[in-house]
C-alpha cells in the first residue's frame, strides 16, 4: 500500500463508502501506524462485515469503526470497536419529502447544518475531536449519494 503525506503523530480517519471483509480497511489501517499514525479511525456508510471481517477489525489497529444502520448489523457482529450511526430520520424525511413532491436536496442541506453543530458541540464536551471529523465524513457521504 502506497501513503502519501507525514503521518508522523497523526490522528487518522479513514473513509470508505462500504466495509464488507474489512481486508481493505485493516491493511490501510496497518500502513497508518506503521508509517507513524497516532491512532486510527474508520468510517463507513455501509457495514456489511462479511466472514471474518469483525474478527478482523477487533484484531486491527483500528481505535474505532463508526458505520451507519443503513445495512443490519446482527447482535453477533456488534463488537466494542464499532458504533453505529442512525440515518433512519433522514431517509425517512426523504421519502415524505418525495411523497409530497418537495426538494429531498434541501433537507440534506439543513441536515447536515443541524447535525455539524450539534456534533461539534457534543464532541467538544467529549474532546473527541476524531469522532468529529469521522461522524460529518459520514454525512458528507450520505449528502453525496
Do not use: Q
Amino acid at each position: 500500500m502506497h501513503l502519501i503525506g507525514d503521518l508522523d503523530n497523526k490522528d487518522v480517519l479513514i473513509i470508505d463508502d462500504m466495509i464488507d471483509t474489512a481486508g481493505t480497511t485493516v491493511n490501510a489501517a496497518e500502513a497508518a501506524i506503521k508509517n507513524g499514525a497516532r491512532s486510527v479511525t474508520a468510517v463507513a456508510t455501509h457495514a456489511l462485515l462479511s466472514g471474518n471481517a469483525c474478527e478482523k477489525i477487533e484484531n486491527s489497529v483500528i481505535n474505532k469503526l463508526i458505520v451507519t444502520d443503513t445495512v443490519n448489523i446482527p447482535d453477533e457482529k456488534k463488537i466494542a470497536k464499532i458504533e453505529v450511526v442512525t440515518v433512519a430520520n433522514v431517509f425517512a424525511e426523504a421519502i415524505e419529502r418525495v411523497y409530497k413532491g418537495k426538494s429531498v436536496s434541501e433537507l440534506f442541506d439543513f441536515y447536515y447544518e443541524v447535525k455539524k453543530w450539534h456534533l461539534t458541540i457534543n464532541l467538544i464536551l467529549k474532546k473527541e475531536k476524531i469522532l468529529e471529523l469521522a461522524l460529518l465524513g459520514a454525512l458528507d457521504e450520505m449528502a453525496v449519494s
